[in-house]
């Protein structure tokens, strides 16, 4: 499974600019737009659920779109995600559906997370540790599949 959002432009009527609004802020969009974070089976992208929202307000991004589709993960799921959803309160709602997850993290700054590196490989490949959220330790390796650790 794979979570993502985009941004579509809607037709330029008065309603959807006062509820969607614009992008841009004084140098706003020609149309309004709507976020859209979506929910898919990732081998043949058919949609399992999505939620839309407005592109302008506090609380209106995509992690918190994202939590509406929380709940149609069900155990023996992977639920793939990019950089831009990782949060620890967001991580322990997807789990807490038995669902396991990959998520991508940024860089350490900004924002991203600074992983333990166990070993550097070859071709930029690291093993690093996570916990899980049930405290089960696991080794990964990156681009070389999956080792269990005791812990």
Not at 13 to 37: D, I, Q
Request: proline share 5%.
């Amino acid at each position: 499974m794979s979570i993502d959002g985009f941004e579509c432009d809607l037709p330029d009527s008065p309603a959807n600019g006062e509820y969607f609004g614009y992008a841009g802020g004084a140098g706003r969009s020609a149309f309004p737009k709507a976020r859209v974070v979506s929910l898919v089976e990732s081998g043949s992208h058919a949609p399992i659920g999505a939620t839309i929202g407005p592109i302008v307000g506090k609380g209106l991004g995509e992690q918190s779109l994202a939590r509406n589709l929380f709940g149609l993960l069900e155990p023996g799921m992977l639920l793939l995600a990019d950089r831009n959803f990782h949060s620890w309160p967001d991580w322990l709602a997807a789990t807490a559906t038995g669902a396991d997850l990959l998520w991508r993290v940024g860089a350490s700054g900004r924002g991203g997370m600074a992983l333990p590196v166990v070993a550097a490989l070859a071709e930029g490949v690291s093993d690093v540790l996570c916990m899980r959220s049930t405290s089960r330790l696991r080794e990964y390796t990156y681009g070389h599949g999956e080792r269990e650790a005791s812990g």
